[in-house]
T-cell receptor, first 115, second 113 residues
Framework: EPEVTQTPSHQVTQMGQEVILRCVPI?????FYWYRQILGQKVEFLVS????????KSEIFDDQFSVERPDGSNFTLKIRSTKLEDSAMYFC?????????????FGPGTRLTVT | GNSVTQMEGPVTLSEEAFLTINCTYT??????LFWYVQYPGEGLQLLLK?????DKGSNKGFEATYRKETTSFHLEKGSVQVSDSAVYFC????????????FGAGTRLFVKA
């Protein structure tokens, strides 16, 4: 069964450093998403991406964040200057369509620890 | 706006007990509803879904029925196992605008042998 993959599984970085989290969505999907989950809290939407542009973003997704699809397979989330409060599990997801009936397939997550 | 409310945990049960985790939602239109499960140290896995009113989603002995009249999607299982210990998230995807999945706060389930 096709799956979404994410690398690395765990990233430790120092405050103020840039990090790039990588995702490989399911190959024929067109819609891509990032979510985050701060430890012990709910999963929160960050951003959705379609046709090489952001479709929707939450208030969490400020100027420190950016997303990119640099080639035909990868989808990345960049945090320019990490803060302690960016420590969380980051989930990538992809879906084959926009309608609410289309399932979003989630990756295993990248745990980001900012020290 | 769209939101999901689910019962607070943790829920602690003995093996073979009956499980109910309550979930209610607020949404415009007719969203699709989902239950996701997160096992310790792992990511989110889709457990089951329902896309229209009165649909019943089921998987691995779990089931939930989309009740429009009560805006609910309660998760049930007749006989839980220790291996069901996990965090369960109720979620919705609206059918009007937006592309995101909206999650509830999650309910942690502990099953004792």
């Amino acid at each position: 069964e096709p799956e979404v993959t994410q690398t690395p599984s765990h990233q430790v970085t120092q405050m103020g450093q840039e990090v790039i989290l990588r995702c490989v969505p399911i190959s024929n999907h067109l819609y891509f998403y990032w979510y985050r989950q701060i430890l012990g809290q709910k999963v929160e939407f960050l951003v959705s991406f379609y046709n090489n542009e952001i479709s929707e973003k939450s208030e969490i997704f400020d100027d420190q964040f950016s997303v990119e699809r640099p080639d035909g397979s990868n989808f990345t989330l960049k945090i320019r200057s990490t803060k302690l409060e960016d420590s969380a599990m980051y989930f990538c997801a992809s879906s084959g369509g926009l309608a609410e009936t289309y399932e979003q397939y989630f990756g295993p997550g990248t745990r980001l620890t900012v020290t | 706006g769209n939101s999901v409310t689910q019962m607070e945990g943790p829920v602690t049960l003995s093996e073979e007990a009956f499980l109910t985790i309550n979930c209610t939602y607020t949404a415009t239109g007719y969203p699709s509803l989902f239950w996701y499960v997160q096992y310790p140290g792992e990511g989110l896995q889709l457990l089951l879904k329902a896309t229209k009113a009165d649909d019943k989603g089921s998987n691995k002995g779990f089931e939930a029925t989309y009740r429009k009249e009560t805006t609910s999607f309660h998760l049930e299982k007749g006989s839980v196992q220790v291996s069901d210990s996990a965090v369960y998230f109720c979620a919705l995807r609206p059918n009007t605008g937006g592309f995101k999945t909206i999650f509830g706060a999650g309910t942690r389930l502990f099953v004792k042998a």
